[in-house]
């Protein structure tokens, strides 16, 4: 049983900054990838960032480029997020995931184990 558990969101003023993390359990964390989706209130699940199983490549949407950053220690089986510069729009609970494969996807139906999610709220 996978298990996938967030945690370090919260509430910051626009322009702050907070870091995610994601821990990993239930089977070899180092042999897929990860990604972070978020959703706002009334609006669909977006892909936010991914993540390869080795770490070393990674994708972004546009809207966050620059800002946030995906990483991964897969001797800690724990993927992180960590977002600089927050904006009011990227206000959204933030669901890690894990893919069937090890390679980075931005599709939301590669990913077959999902987080319960955890809230960041930038204030303007």
């Known amino acids: 049983q996978v298990q996938l558990v967030e945690s370090g969101g919260g509430l910051v003023q626009a322009g702050g900054s907070l870091r995610l993390s994601c821990a990993a359990s239930g089977r070899t964390f180092s042999s897929y990838a990860m990604g972070w989706f978020r959703q706002a209130p009334g609006k669909e699940r977006e892909f936010v960032a991914t993540i390869n199983s080795n770490g070393r490549t990674t994708s972004y949407t546009d809207s966050v480029k620059g800002r946030f950053t995906i990483s991964r220690d897969n001797a800690k089986n724990t993927v992180y997020l960590q977002m600089n510069s927050l904006k009011p729009e990227d206000t959204a609970v933030y669901y890690c995931?894990?893919?069937?494969?090890?390679?980075?996807?931005?599709?939301?139906?590669?990913?077959?184990?999902w987080g319960q999610g955890t809230q960041v709220t930038a204030s303007s």
């Open positions: 995931a894990q893919s069937s494969r090890s390679w980075i996807t931005v599709l939301h139906n590669e990913y077959n184990y």
